[in-house]
T-cell receptor
Framework: GAGVSQSPSNKVTEKGKDVELRCDPI?????LYWYRQSLGQGLEFLIY????????KSGLPSDRFSAERTGGSVSTLTIQRTQQEDSAVYLC?????????????FGPGTRLTVL | AQKVTQAQTEISVVEKEDVTLDCVYE???????LFWYKQPPSGELVFLIR??????QNEISGRYSWNFQKSTSSFNFTITASQVVDSAVYFC??????????????FGGGTRVLVKP
C-alpha cells in the first residue's frame, strides 16, 4: 500500500512569508506526528495528533507554528512569518494508534529553505 | 526528561566488515521502547528494529543484531558483513508510555555509516 506522502518535497521562501506543509498519512493510521530535522537541533518532535485533536502543542517552537488535521487524515503544518532559523526538513510520521511501541512510518519530508 | 546519545558521529568501513553502532539512553520510566531507524541518502526514515524494556533478549535478524543492556542503558546495533547499500545515517530512538504527546520519539544525534567497496 501507499506510504506516508508529503508535499511539497522542496519549498524555498522568503523571510516573512507564510508556508503550508502537507502530510498524507497511511490510510487507517489514527496517530500522526510532525518532526523537524535540522543541522543544529537534530530530529525534534513538534506535534502529535490522535484523530483530529492535538492534545499537546508544547513541542511547537513558537506561536508562528500551527497545525491541523482534518477528517482524521490529512494534516497541514503552517509556519507564519518564516524566519531563517525555520529552515529544516519537516518530517511527518503516522502509526496505527498511539499505543506504546507502535512503529512510526515516516514520509520523505519537506525541505524548507528560508532566504 | 528522556535523552538518547549516539557518541559516534561517523563510521567508515570497508565492505564485508562488521559495524557496531552505540546508543545510550536516559529515562525515568520503567516501561519504554527502543528503536533503530535508518535514513538513506533519499532522506526517508526507515524502521529497522524495536525492543521493549521488559525484553533484554538479544536477537539477530538477517545481517542485523542488537544488544540491549538495561543495566547500562545501552541499545547497540550491529550490521554484519556490511554492504555499500548500508551506507546511511542510523538513528537510535526512545519511546515512552503514551502521554499527551502520544508515543513521541526522542532521537539520538545519528551515526553516519559509510561503507566503501
Amino acid at each position: 500500500g501507499a506510504g506516508v506522502s508529503q508535499s511539497p518535497s522542496n519549498k524555498v521562501t522568503e523571510k516573512g512569508k507564510d508556508v503550508e506543509l502537507r502530510c498524507d498519512p497511511i490510510s487507517g493510521h489514527t496517530a500522526l506526528y510532525w518532526y523537524r530535522q535540522s543541522l543544529g537541533q537534530g530530529l525534534e518532535f513538534l506535534i502529535y495528533f490522535q484523530g483530529n485533536s492535538a492534545p499537546d502543542k508544547s513541542g511547537l517552537p513558537s506561536d508562528r507554528f500551527s497545525a491541523e488535521r482534518t477528517g482524521g487524515s490529512v494534516s497541514t503544518l503552517t509556519i507564519q512569518r518564516t524566519q531563517q532559523e525555520d529552515s529544516a526538513v519537516y518530517l511527518c510520521a503516522s502509526s496505527w494508534t498511539s499505543g506504546r511501541g507502535n512503529e512510526q512510518f515516516f514520509g520523505p519530508g519537506t525541505r524548507l529553505t528560508v532566504l | 526528561a528522556q535523552k538518547v546519545t549516539q557518541a559516534q558521529t561517523e563510521i567508515s568501513v570497508v565492505e564485508k566488515e562488521d559495524v557496531t553502532l552505540d546508543c545510550v539512553y536516559e529515562t525515568r520510566d520503567t516501561t519504554y521502547y527502543l528503536f533503530w531507524y535508518k535514513q538513506p541518502p533519499s532522506g526517508e526514515l526507515v524502521f529497522l528494529i524495536r525492543r521493549n524494556s521488559f525484553d533484554e533478549q538479544n536477537e539477530i535478524s538477517g545481517r542485523y543484531s542488537w544488544n540491549f543492556q538495561k543495566s547500562t542503558s545501552s541499545f547497540n546495533f550491529t550490521i554484519t558483513a556490511s554492504q555499500v547499500v548500508d551506507s546511511a545515517v542510523y538513528f537510535c530512538a526512545l519511546s515512552e508510555p503514551p502521554t499527551s504527546a502520544g508515543n513521541k520519539l526522542t532521537f539520538g544525534g545519528g551515526t553516519r555509516v559509510l561503507v566503501k567497496p
